[in-house]
């Protein structure tokens, strides 16, 4: 995780976002560990790249999403039914967020169609 990453507009709003509202040394967007006596605004908020050694480590897991798109871990899945990418906790998973919702109850509805059959048979 060494090194300055440049960000697309996108992943700055959502960087901006976790610092907003993740990030303890964040106040008012202001830097309190930068702070000396005056206020210095965070640098993170008006960049377009990972300057912030904390932000890095302790609040950019947090996206899970986000951490895997920037430093391209195993982590980042492509949906089966939709081939959007998603961070995975586990190696079975093969479906977004979204599409695992509509998948399960699809799943289970026609388990129940088919168990109604049985039974009525």
Not at 44 to 69: G, H, M, N, T
Not at 90 to 102: E, G, L
Request: net charge positive; glycine share 4%; with cysteine.
């Amino acid at each position: 995780m060494t090194g300055i990453k440049r960000l697309s507009p996108r992943q700055s709003r959502k960087v901006n976002t976790l610092v907003k509202k993740e990030c303890c040394n964040c106040e008012n967007g202001n830097c309190i560990l930068l702070d000396d006596g005056d206020t210095c605004v965070c640098p993170q908020l008006i960049s377009y790249s990972l300057l912030c050694k904390w932000f890095r480590i302790a609040v950019l897991p947090l996206d899970k999403l986000l951490f895997a798109e920037l430093y391209h871990t195993d982590d980042m899945r492509k949906c089966i039914v939709c081939g959007a990418s998603f961070a995975s906790k586990s190696n079975s998973v093969k479906y977004c967020p979204d599409c695992r919702k509509r998948i399960t109850r699809r799943q289970a509805a026609e388990r129940m169609r088919k168990k109604r059959t049985l039974v009525t048979q």
